[in-house]
């Protein structure tokens, strides 16, 4: 079981930017594909981007061109650039290993006022 530690959230007004950091074990970061997952009050948890171990991404269309999704193994740290943020992307962001079962951690809210 791994459990990563998400941070960077914040409140912003839309059209704002946030970057967003998950840090967790070398061997977990560095050797998984990542995902960057998000749920709304009400809603499920959804996944939004994700990156491979050969740091091939793929993205959600309701975010694709707007967020960046990037992986630093030097630093053990996966990283979510979100640019343009609507009032729909609030939510409580977080990162969890593609396929696994681990816990999820507390993640890191983000708001963004219209």
């Known amino acids: 079981q791994v459990q990563f530690v998400e941070s960077g959230g914040g409140l912003v007004q839309a059209g704002g930017t946030l970057r967003l950091s998950c840090a967790g074990p070398?061997?977990?970061?560095?050797?998984?594909?990542i995902g960057w997952y998000r749920q709304a009050p009400g809603l499920q948890r959804e996944l939004v981007a994700q990156?491979?171990?050969?740091?091939?991404?793929r993205y959600a269309d309701s975010v694709k061109g707007r967020f960046t999704i990037s992986r630093d193994n030097v630093k053990n740290t996966v990283f979510l650039q979100m640019n343009s943020l609507k009032p729909e992307d609030t939510a409580v962001y977080y990162c969890?290993?593609?396929?696994?079962?681990?816990?999820w951690g507390q993640g890191t809210q983000v708001t963004v006022s219209s």
């Open positions: 070398a061997e977990a970061l560095s050797f998984n594909d």
């Open positions: 990156i491979t171990t050969t740091s091939i991404t």
């Open positions: 969890h290993r593609i396929h696994f079962t681990d816990n």
